[in-house]
């Protein structure tokens, strides 16, 4: 039977290309995520790569990053509606069924370069998790004289169990069995749940990926002017550390904090509205893209949310629960990226966010008030959210505060520094996303059915 391997890939950025032997070279797509069961995973075509890829990891030439063997194992292609391309994966006597929709299924290369599609991975019979737990026994050579992998790699073996699909939780962490989610507190109440509030950016979205990136530089180059200002590499450890620790406040109040900082280094600073208005030209230049793109279907939803975030609300909403939004983001760009990402339904009018420079708005005020209008008593309000601020006002009210330690650029594991600022906050549940949906739901007494 023909060869398959999914290798990990860490250039340009990471991703994940799915090969199979197709001849003498390979047919190939490159994933923005590991397979994973029952999850519709965005994909493009890739042009045929050469064999040698089967059993290679290492260095590929050109500085073009490093692979890694992530699954093998061999595959036969099994019918399928028409326009689709479906196979069954057999890794060491385990079978799994791949779905691959869209123009990226078609065989023939046509007009568009790297045509899109989705995966769709899960196993052909038994229960359905992403752990492939017989995966073959690997002996990776060091590595050909080839153009694209380079002869450095050296040999490696991976013993049985070796391959997940997802990253494991350390070995010191508490969590649910067979999940990824860490169990900080014990004792929540659970079955009480009437209403959740969710944060926005990073929780449920990632359309703003990457704005610390883009506010840090700026405030440095505003710090860089006082008179009495630090070498440019303390200004980016001091700029860093109070912008994510105002992560959830809105985006004024960091403004202020520039403000404050330029000032005590012998500066005179502008307005924080302008240091925002400043901001915002630079962020909204990527936001709108990325919006574009979902509105006229170039781009995915999926692939701009935390993964599951729609399956979460979904059963959520089928729960019966009352949904709310409160972000940090001004309340005009929450609701139209909201829309975009086509989830405005789950929240109806209950979406709260900035306004300008006005400081009286606060999710702490937004949280008090569901409270009190809701007269929500201690486990009635479940809140989720990768900023301190939201957990810590969960947390405050008695409600069930769950900290979404989320890799927004990769959409895979735990970002270590927001876990343990989520920690700190107050958090009683820690997940990297909503994949492990069920076991989720119920450890939380809501029901364990996942509704689609």
Not at 52 to 65: F, H, K, P, Q
Not at 198 to 206: A, M
Not at 276 to 282: A, L, T, V, W
Request: charged share 25%; hydrophobic share 40%.
């Amino acid at each position: 039977m023909p060869r398959f391997v999914v290798l990990q890939h860490d250039w340009p950025q990471l991703h994940w290309d799915l090969m199979l032997e197709n001849g003498a070279s390979l047919r190939t797509w490159r994933l923005a995520e590991v397979p994973c069961s029952g999850h519709p995973i965005a994909l493009v075509r890739l042009p045929p790569h050469r064999s040698i890829y089967l059993d290679y990891e290492g260095t590929v030439s050109g500085n073009r990053g490093t692979v890694k063997r992530v699954l093998g194992g061999t595959y036969q292609p099994v019918p399928a509606p028409p326009g689709d391309a479906w196979f069954e994966f057999d890794l060491g006597g385990e079978r799994w069924l791949g779905q691959i929709t869209g123009p990226a299924a078609d065989q023939e290369e046509g007009l568009v370069p790297e045509p899109p599609g989705h995966l769709v991975w899960r196993r052909a019979a038994g229960p359905s998790d992403c752990s492939p737990s017989n995966a073959e026994i690997n002996t990776v050579p060091s590595g050909p004289d080839a153009e694209s992998p380079q002869t450095s790699a050296s040999p490696s073996i991976h013993p049985p169990g070796h391959h997940s699909m997802l990253p494991a939780l350390p070995a010191d962490r508490r969590s649910l069995p067979g999940t990824r989610i860490e169990i900080v507190r014990d004792g929540i109440p659970r079955g009480r749940v009437r209403v959740a509030v969710f944060d926005f950016d990073g929780t449920l979205s990632l359309i703003r990926e990457g704005w610390p990136e883009l506010m840090i530089p700026l405030m440095v180059e505003h710090l860089a002017r006082a008179p009495r200002a630090e070498p440019r590499d303390q200004l980016g450890q001091r700029v860093e550390e109070f912008v994510m620790r105002l992560n959830g406040k809105p985006t004024i109040h960091q403004m202020i904090q520039l403000a404050e900082e330029i000032r005590a280094r012998g500066g005179e600073p502008l307005a924080p509205m302008a240091y925002k208005q400043e901001f915002q030209e630079r962020l909204l230049q990527r936001v709108h893209s990325r919006t574009r793109g979902l509105r006229e279907g170039t781009v995915e939803a999926e692939s701009l949310t935390v993964p599951g975030s729609l399956e979460l609300l979904r059963a959520l909403a089928g729960q019966g629960l009352e949904l709310s939004l409160a972000s940090g983001t001004d309340l005009v760009y929450v609701k139209q990226e909201l829309e975009a990402l086509g989830l405005q339904e789950f929240f109806g009018d209950r979406v709260y966010g900035a306004i300008d420079d006005d400081q009286s708005y606060s999710k702490q005020m937004i949280i008090d008030r569901l409270v009190a209008e809701r007269q929500l008593g201690p486990g009635e309000l479940l809140g989720f959210g990768d900023g301190f601020v939201e957990i810590q006002e969960v947390s405050r009210v008695g409600g069930i505060a769950v900290g979404v330690a989320s890799d927004e650029t990769h959409r895979v594991g735990v970002n270590d520094w927001k876990r343990n600022r989520l920690i700190e906050a107050g958090a009683e549940l820690i997940v990297p996303d909503y994949r492990d949906l069920s076991p989720l739901l119920g450890h939380l007494a809501l029901g364990g059915a996942v509704i689609s």
